[in-house]
T-cell receptor, first 110, second 111 residues
Framework: DVKVTQSSRYLVKRTGEKVFLECVQD?????MFWYRQDPGLGLRLIYF???????EKGDIPEGYSVSREKKERFSLILESASTNQTSMYLCASGGAGKQYFGPGTRLTVT | SQQGEEDPQALSIQEGENATMNCSYK?????LQWYRQNSGRGLVHLILIRSNEREKHSGRLRVTLDTSKKSSSLLITASRAADTASYFCATDPVGFQKLVFGTGTRLLVSP
């Protein structure tokens, strides 16, 4: 079974903090994705990566950066967290044919 | 925005009834997929239908695709309380290398 794990299920951070969200997949997928999910807005793509050290902006990259140093790990970084980044963050791996999702991290920025 | 739209936004039915959800999208696609999300969890892939297919079945799920209308529907037959979840369609648009998700339908199945 494909497994995608995320470092935290719940996270509370203060405004201005640097926040790291980690995602690890065990299926040797080349493609990995970070989404945020907000009520009424569905899933919106933040960043994605097709290979190690490679990244592409999604639909809403502002305020975020990513890191992919190893194939199995894709990190989302909030350089200076703001309250409007309070959301559910979902990591996925796979491709356009099928994506496998992690359980999500609910981030609250106060 | 490439985002698809789903309707209804919310659907409430009794166990044993059928549930139908619809998805509309904007561009040409390679395939369309449906995902399920239990409350506060990640999404789980349910079924994929390619652009040259019109209908697909998987257990109690039936998906149709009308590329001329740029729409799809997901039918869950003989629903169960355990089907309570949010359901999302996702398209693989031609020329893009990523999925585009709809806004989702919240399904509540009451015993």
């Amino acid at each position: 079974d494909v497994k995608v794990t995320q470092s935290s299920r719940y996270l509370v951070k203060r405004t201005g903090e640097k926040v790291f969200l980690e995602c690890v997949q065990d299926m040797d997928h080349e493609n990995m994705f970070w989404y945020r999910q907000d009520p009424g807005l569905g899933l919106r793509l933040i960043y994605f990566s097709y290979d190690v050290k490679m990244k592409e902006k999604g639909d809403i990259p502002e305020g975020y950066s990513v890191s992919r140093e190893k194939k199995e790990r894709f990190s989302l970084i909030l350089e200076s967290a703001s309250t409007n980044q309070t959301s559910m963050y979902l990591c996925a791996s796979g491709g356009a044919g099928k994506q496998y999702f992690g359980p999500g991290t609910r981030l609250t920025v106060t | 925005s490439q985002q698809g739209e789903e309707d209804p936004q919310a659907l409430s039915i009794q166990e044993g009834e059928n549930a139908t959800m619809n998805c509309s999208y904007k561009t040409s696609i390679n395939n369309l997929q449906w995902y399920r999300q239990n409350s506060g969890r990640g999404l789980v892939h349910l079924i994929l239908i390619r652009s040259n297919e019109r209908e697909k079945h998987s257990g109690r799920l039936r998906v149709t695709l009308d590329t001329s209308k740029k729409s799809s529907s997901l039918l869950i037959t003989a629903s169960r309380a355990a089907d309570t979840a949010s359901y999302f369609c996702a398209t693989d648009p031609v020329g893009f290398q990523k999925l585009v998700f709809g806004t989702g339908t919240r399904l509540l199945v009451s015993p």
